[in-house]
T-cell receptor
Framework: AQTVTQSQPEMSVQEAETVTLSCTYD???????LFWYKQPPSRQMILVIR??????QNATENRFSVNFQKAAKSFSLKISDSQLGDTAMYFC????????FGAGTRLTVKP | NAGVTQTPKFQVLKTGQSMTLQCAQD?????MSWYRQDPGMGLRLIHY???????DQGEVPNGYNVSRSTTEDFPLRLLSAAPSQTSVYFC????????????FGSGTRLTVV
């Protein structure tokens, strides 16, 4: 089965510091895409960042960046200058024939 | 654009009742999916569709039916509700899921008593 694994159920970080959330996945495909979604207390799912597997360069969106290690099947999310509004559940996801999600990491940003 | 609209937002059912969760999108997306979210388990795929008239099962399809008669609508039917189906349900759509990721509705919190 193709799976997505997030090994950190909960994390916390001080405001303005940097935090990295981990994700590993399993796939037999060569060309695929990886995603990080944020779910704040409002419950809305928000796409944070997307990585194309055939691109060597790591994706960056403002304070969010990824560390993509294709050989290791690792796709971590780095949040720089953490803000209180970053408090949320974060889900790693990868599309196979559909979209599969990890179990999530609950991130708390402390003032 | 309204995006992905789910109704209702909250629902309480009695065991054995049936109901339909509605999902509509106005973005002309081909891909649509239904997920359920349970604590500690992330989002699990129930059913998905890659276009009108085409549906397929996901990870947890038992107890649910879907149909896709139009590009816009993708209703999820609970045939005979069970307490194990208590969950938050999300509908999502995508222009091409593998490439662009999904746009999600705001969810339906379903409680089966």
């Amino acid at each position: 089965a193709q799976t997505v694994t997030q090994s950190q159920p909960e994390m916390s970080v001080q405001e303005a510091e940097t935090v990295t959330l981990s994700c590993t996945y399993d796939t037999s495909e060569n060309n695929y895409y990886l995603f990080w979604y944020k779910q704040p207390p409002s419950r809305q799912m928000i796409l944070v960042i997307r990585q194309e597997a055939y691109k060597q360069q790591n994706a960056t969106e403002n304070r969010f960046s990824v560390n993509f290690q294709k050989a290791a099947k690792s796709f971590s999310l780095k949040i720089s200058d953490s803000q209180l509004g970053d408090t949320a559940m974060y889900f790693c996801a990868s599309p196979y024939n559909d979209m599969r999600f990890g179990a999530g990491t609950r991130l708390t940003v402390k003032p | 654009n309204a995006g992905v609209t789910q109704t209702p937002k909250f629902q309480v059912l009695k065991t054995g009742q049936s109901m339909t969760l509605q999902c509509a999108q106005d973005m002309n997306h081909e891909y649509m999916s239904w997920y359920r979210q349970d604590p500690g388990m992330g989002l699990r795929l129930i059913h998905y569709s890659v276009g009108a008239g085409i549906t397929d099962q996901g990870e947890v399809p038992n107890g649910y039916n879907v149909s896709r008669s139009t590009t816009e609508d993708f209703p999820l039917r609970l045939l005979s509700a069970a307490p194990s189906q208590t969950s938050v349900y999300f509908c999502a759509s995508s222009r091409e899921g593998r490439l662009y990721g999904y746009t999600f509705g705001s969810g339906t919190r379903l409680t089966v008593v």
